[in-house]
């Protein structure tokens, strides 16, 4: 497997053949894009399969059927999630990896119904207000040392980068960082929502206060903020921030046990 550098003629080719990939989150057009993520091909001078691949999440296209279709499976780590794909790659991959391709639900959400008056008036009557602040470099950097499941900016390179490029919110209460809300994919489009709060500080608003913040801050620069839930709870509170339910779908978790 080959990895790709992102030049003009190597983005085209990876337009090219994801153009009919099902799309539920940014990491497509990111790397498109050019501006984060990896992307891989069985071959550098003729490609049969492709692969784009941003933090856990795995994308492929091309032909399954080929010895490179076969090879990209090889590679596709445990402990990973199989992002959607066209069929023949799901089927391939169920028959390859024999029953350790976990079905996980998953649910798309339209931002066709998100207003910033709500958003305003969620931040104005919410007790957390005052707790919410913009990320900056000391607060990613202690973010990133405390636990890499906290916040995924790998893909952007570097602090610095993704304070250029990308947007975050914490809530603090005193120097105890309470939650996260942040842009972990961006493209020309739109940013990819993630939140992230402290257990024992959920179920009391944070999650919605934060997750305000970062909707308005992207609906102000003409940004779409995708939002791609993996279980109810995240379901219940893209609702209450206005966004309406589109469609459930399947990833797939690759175990090894």
Known sequence: MYRLELDEQNRQRLAEAFQHSPRVDYAVDSVVEGLMGQAFVDDPRHPTAFCIRTGPLWYFAGR????GGREQLREFPPYNLLMPSPLEWIAAAQDYFQGKLIPMPRYSFSTENLTEEHLKAL??????????TPLDAVLVERLAEQSQDHLGFEDFGS?????????????????????????????SRGIEVSLFVEERYRQCGLGTALASRLLLEALGKGLRPNWDAANPESCKLALKLGYKFKASYEAYYYTQD
């Open 64 to 67: 399954a059927d080929t010895p």
């Open 123 to 132: 931040i104005d009557n919410s007790p957390h207000r005052e707790k919410i």
């Open 159 to 187: 602090t610095a980068e993704f304070l250029r490029r990308g947007m975050g919110y914490a809530a603090l209460e005193g120097d105890e960082i309470l939650g996260i809300g942040y842009s972990s994919l961006v493209c």
